[in-house]
């Protein structure tokens, strides 16, 4: 199939996450966005397991080793529970626009674990692209920050704490992911034990923690209900979905380059949805840290 098929569903995939973050905002500012990450961990799975069983024959992959349930399991606590628990309180605090800016960290994140750990070098070309991207997110930060209320400037901070742990969650949850996937195994496969597992685990703390009936109750607000739905089907569920499709038929570089432009396509959306003040700073600031992105994930 013409690779362009491939670099088109990554582009899709990036304004799938657009309205995924922008619903779960929604939901999350009425309910809360520990409420937001259960119900929707719920939905994702659903939706995740159906599609298994239409197109493998079964709901979950009973098949698969222990070893990989360990790892895919392991990156489905820290990833979803973990890191999207943190980005969805960031989605409150700051919005899905600036959060999502946040998650241009992963791919430093991850580098800069390999560099560490893994013995991997950077090029300078990569540093070049680390420089620029963090420096694309600090103008953004300071256009935000220049532009809001005194009174705002704790919730500002806090809500890039949020969002930088958010993207250390997904940073580490996808090197988890990638030694549980290793071997060629199924990638809708992989996600469906991710997802399941978190989603079991998040409900049983809930329960333990007593949590867990005042988290069905809060679902009765209509609007956050549908808000979350929306967010399960263009996050977790067609997001991830059109992102597999992606990868499969677009040179990976190239597809997660397409797929980092979320924030870009958030500067309208939270314009029009949120009432967000766009500036030409934060307009620059937020191209030069998704240029920064793609240099890093082309080279």
């Not at 992911?177 to 997802?195: T, Y």
Request: aromatic share 10%.
């Amino acid at each position: 199939m013409n690779p362009i098929f491939g670099e088109l569903a990554a582009l899709s995939t990036a304004l799938c996450w657009a309205f995924g973050s922008t619903f779960f905002t929604i939901s999350g500012s009425r309910i809360g966005s520990a409420n937001v990450n259960r119900g929707r961990l719920v939905a994702a799975g659903v939706l995740l397991c159906i599609s298994h069983l239409i197109l493998t024959g079964s709901l979950l992959p009973l098949d698969a080793s222990l070893d990989r349930w360990i790892w895919l399991g392991l990156s489905g606590l820290v990833g979803f529970i973990i890191g999207d628990g943190m980005l969805f309180e960031a989605f409150v605090l700051i919005g899905p626009r600036l959060s999502m800016l946040m998650m241009s960290l992963v791919p430093i994140i991850s580098a800069l674990f390999a560099w560490m750990f893994m013995g991997e070098k950077l090029k300078p070309v990569e540093i070049l692209a680390i420089l620029m991207t963090l420096a694309g997110i600090f103008w953004v930060i300071a256009e935000k920050n220049r532009n809001s209320q005194s009174q705002h400037g704790k919730k500002l901070i806090l809500g890039i704490f949020m969002g930088i742990g958010g993207a250390l969650g997904q940073a580490f949850g996808l090197i988890l992911s990638k030694k549980g996937l290793e071997g060629g195994f199924p990638a809708l496969s992989g996600n469906v034990i991710r997802v399941a597992t978190a989603a079991i685990a998040i409900w049983l703390i809930a329960l333990f923690s007593g949590k867990a009936r005042s988290t069905i109750q809060s679902f009765k607000d209509k609007k956050a209900s549908w808000a979350l739905t929306g967010g399960a089907f263009f996050g977790p569920f067609i997001g991830v979905w059109l992102s597999l499709i992606s990868i499969k038929y677009a040179r990976l570089g190239i597809a997660t380059t397409f797929m980092s432009v979320t924030p870009i396509f958030l500067i309208p959306i939270s314009r029009i949805v949120f009432g967000d003040k766009i500036t030409i700073g934060s307009i620059m600031g937020t191209i030069i840290a998704v240029a920064g992105v793609a240099i890093l994930m082309l080279v």
